[in-house]
Every structure is written in structure tokens, then in C-alpha cells.
């Protein structure tokens, strides 16, 4: 009986690991297809300065190919252009598009926005980034203060050495670096001195306690000061209320970047709704 129990364990137990790597299996087959069809594509969030509600930046955010059934987050595609090296190359084009987005705004509207563009860890310990973003800045003739890097906080805590001896090398092209997802990673303030950024962008975690938790308030606030002291510009992501956006105002905050101001949205979408912004600062002037 205890055989027959233990046997029936171990098999529901098998089976239940062969539907996750059969699941695991069919993704990975998804994932490659949709980079061999180059069927992967960008959408664009704007980055609002806080004070004045004026435009400055974009995030750019990889999509899923339209009509491929249920829409996989980059949450759950990244990691597999992370396992399976396809990273590299994505990571390229990803720069590359941004790149180009960003001098088709500076044609259409005349104003040079800066892109923003998320970098992973493998991307970040491979041997190929600077010459990637090198090759984007010569082939585009964006100004290399337009082009932002995101790293998230966790992927830089890592390994330090090396990634001080990266970022000082990429911000020597006179690009920028955020630290992505900021507050989650647990590093410590000593260690933020020592990395060679220009940005902070506050985890939507913190961002959607506004309004609930003092406690998380009184850490916004002290984050603020402190990006302050070490002359860091900050960036909140998640803004999705009136409350947020007010507190992080009046905390000082530098850009707003969340579905309060827009959603990240298609090439075409951004055109329309930077004329719109346009004509609503008009009327309002
Ligand atoms: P992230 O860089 O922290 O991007 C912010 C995420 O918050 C995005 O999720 C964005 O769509 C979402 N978001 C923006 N505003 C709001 C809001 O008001 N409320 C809520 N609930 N969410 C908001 P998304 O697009 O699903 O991307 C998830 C993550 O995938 C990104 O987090 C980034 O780490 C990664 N990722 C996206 N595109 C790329 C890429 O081109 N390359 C790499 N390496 N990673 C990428
Ligand atoms: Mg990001
Ligand atoms: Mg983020
Ligand atoms: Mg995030």
C-alpha cells in the first residue's frame, strides 16, 4: 500500500514537471520564432518633467507580436532572450529602433527627446554593448545625451567592479544611465555613491503605496533627498493617479512616467498624442 502511495506521488509529481517543461518548451519555440520573423516590435511611454507636465523622455518596451493568441509580458519573453542568447541581438535592434524613433520625434516635432532604452544583465556582462551603442550612435547621428540607459538595480549588484569599469566606459560615448527599478535590490547607499549613473527610477512598488503608507512615504522622501546630495535625477514609474503625481511633485521628483500620463503605445499612437499635448498647451497659454 505505502509502495503503491509513494509510486502515485512520484508520478503526479512527473507529470506535473513534464507539463512545465513541455510549457517552458513551446515559449522557447514561440520566443525564437517571433525574433527569426523579426515579429517583435517597440511601444513608447513618455517621461514627464513633473513641475511642468512638459515631455522630456520616452521609454521604449518591448512588445509581443500582435495576434499571437494570448500576449506574453516582457517579463515572461526577456528572460528567454536572456537564456538563449537571443538577447544580443534583440538588445541591438531594440537600441537601434529606439534610436531611430527618437530623430524621427526630432524631425516631426523639432524638439530632441531622449530615449530610454532597458538593458539586461546579460547585455550589461557581455562583451558586445559598447560597440553596440556606438554603432547605433554613428549610424542614427543621435546626440549621444539623447540615449539613456536603463539597468535595473539587481543586474548591476552583480558584480560592481565590473559594472563601474562598463558604465564608466558607455557614459564616456556621453550617454546616460538610470538605475531601473530602484529600492528593490537592497543595495546600500555606499554602493550607489561608487556607481557612475545620472538616474533613478523609483520602483512602481513604492510609487502605488502614496497615499497608504507612511512609512513608504517617509522612504520616498528620504530617497529624494538623497538622489538630491549625490545631484541624481529622479524618475517615478507607475504614476497612476492624481495623488501620486501630487505628492511626488511636491517631493520633488524631476519626471513622471506611468498610465496617468500615457500608456505605452505604438509609434503612430505617440505622434498623435504628442500634437495633442500640442494643442492643449496652447489653449492653455
Ligand atoms: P521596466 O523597465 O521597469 O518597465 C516598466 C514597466 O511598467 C513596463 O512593463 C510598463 O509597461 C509598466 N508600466 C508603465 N506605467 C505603468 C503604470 O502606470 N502602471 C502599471 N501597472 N504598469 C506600468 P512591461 O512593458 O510589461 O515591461 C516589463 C519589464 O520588461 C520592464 O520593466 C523591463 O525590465 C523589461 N523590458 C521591457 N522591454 C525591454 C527591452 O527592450 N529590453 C530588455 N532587456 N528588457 C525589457
Ligand atoms: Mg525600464
Ligand atoms: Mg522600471
Ligand atoms: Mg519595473
Request: charged share 25%.
Amino acid at each position: 500500500q505505502a509502495k503503491t502511495q509513494g509510486q502515485n506521488h512520484y508520478q503526479f509529481f512527473s507529470e506535473k514537471l513534464q507539463h512545465e517543461v513541455e510549457v517552458r518548451l513551446h515559449r522557447e519555440q514561440m520566443v525564437r520564432r517571433a525574433v527569426a520573423e523579426d515579429r517583435l516590435w517597440l511601444a513608447f511611454q513618455p517621461q514627464v518633467c513633473a513641475r511642468t507636465g512638459k515631455t522630456m523622455s520616452f521609454e521604449a518596451l518591448l512588445r509581443w507580436p500582435k495576434g499571437w493568441g494570448t500576449p506574453l509580458s516582457p517579463s515572461e519573453f526577456v528572460p528567454v532572450l536572456e537564456d538563449t542568447g537571443l538577447i544580443e541581438q534583440v538588445g541591438f535592434q531594440v537600441l537601434m529602433q529606439a534610436a531611430v524613433f527618437a530623430k524621427e520625434l526630432e524631425r516631426v516635432t523639432g524638439a530632441a527627446y531622449r530615449m530610454a532604452v532597458n538593458v539586461s544583465m546579460r547585455q550589461l556582462y557581455g562583451s558586445g554593448l559598447y560597440e553596440q551603442v556606438a554603432q547605433v550612435l554613428a549610424a542614427t547621428n543621435l546626440a549621444p545625451d539623447r540615449l539613456e540607459l536603463e539597468l535595473t538595480e539587481s543586474a548591476t549588484m552583480v558584480d560592481l567592479e565590473t559594472t563601474v569599469k562598463t558604465l564608466t566606459s558607455l557614459r564616456q560615448l556621453g550617454i546616460t544611465i538610470a538605475i531601473d527599478d530602484f529600492g528593490t535590490g537592497y543595495s546600500s547607499l555606499n554602493y550607489l555613491r561608487r556607481l557612475p549613473v545620472d538616474a533613478l527610477k523609483i520602483d512602481r512598488s513604492f510609487v502605488t503605496e502614496i497615499g497608504n503608507n507612511r512609512e513608504t512615504e517617509a522612504i520616498l522622501h528620504s530617497l529624494l533627498s538623497l538622489a538630491r546630495a549625490l545631484r541624481l535625477k529622479v524618475i517615478a514609474e507607475g504614476v497612476e493617479n492624481a495623488r501620486q503625481e501630487k505628492f511626488l511633485r511636491k517631493a520633488g521628483c524631476d519626471l513622471l512616467q506611468g498610465y496617468r500620463i500615457c500608456r505605452p503605445a505604438p509609434t503612430g499612437t505617440i505622434l498623435d498624442w504628442l500634437e495633442q499635448q500640442k494643442d492643449s498647451s496652447e489653449e492653455h497659454s
